[in-house]
């Protein structure tokens, strides 16, 4: 069953999420992943996207924020695990690659990091 998407918005929970330290680089962007600590979003996953000024300029930003946006609606809800806080970080590579492989890389991303559902999937 699908579970709830919501944003990452302030800058302090974007600091918490880098502190816990638990990321996985892959060619098409970064992913941090912090459990929620607030016992009243244990039913949603909450996700923020950033890109750095090294990549490129407010358009390619844009773009690439888009194009994470876009993977993250198709494979958060349906293979991350409910409680979590997840950062996505836009790379260089993100703009060019594709599309499929783009949305590979977040749930190869989720496993590596311990937040996917596929471990209670495989149950009736």
């Known amino acids: 069953m699908p579970i709830g998407v919501e944003r990452l918005k302030k800058r302090s929970e974007f600091l918490r999420v880098a502190s816990v330290r638990r990321k996985w680089a892959a060619p098409g962007m970064v992913l941090q992943a912090a459990r929620d600590p607030s016992p009243l979003k244990a039913d949603v996953a909450r996700v923020g996207f950033t890109v750095t000024k090294k990549v490129g300029n407010a358009v390619v930003r844009n773009r690439i924020k888009r194009r994470l946006r876009a993977a993250a609606r198709e494979i958060i809800p349906d293979h991350a695990e409910a409680g979590w806080d997840f950062v996505l970080i836009g790379r260089a590579k993100t703009k060019d690659r594709l599309f499929d492989e783009l ?15 596929s471990h209670r999937r495989s149950r009736p």
């Open 103 to 117: 949305k590979s890389d977040l749930r190869t991303a989720l496993g590596k990091v311990g937040a996917t559902t």
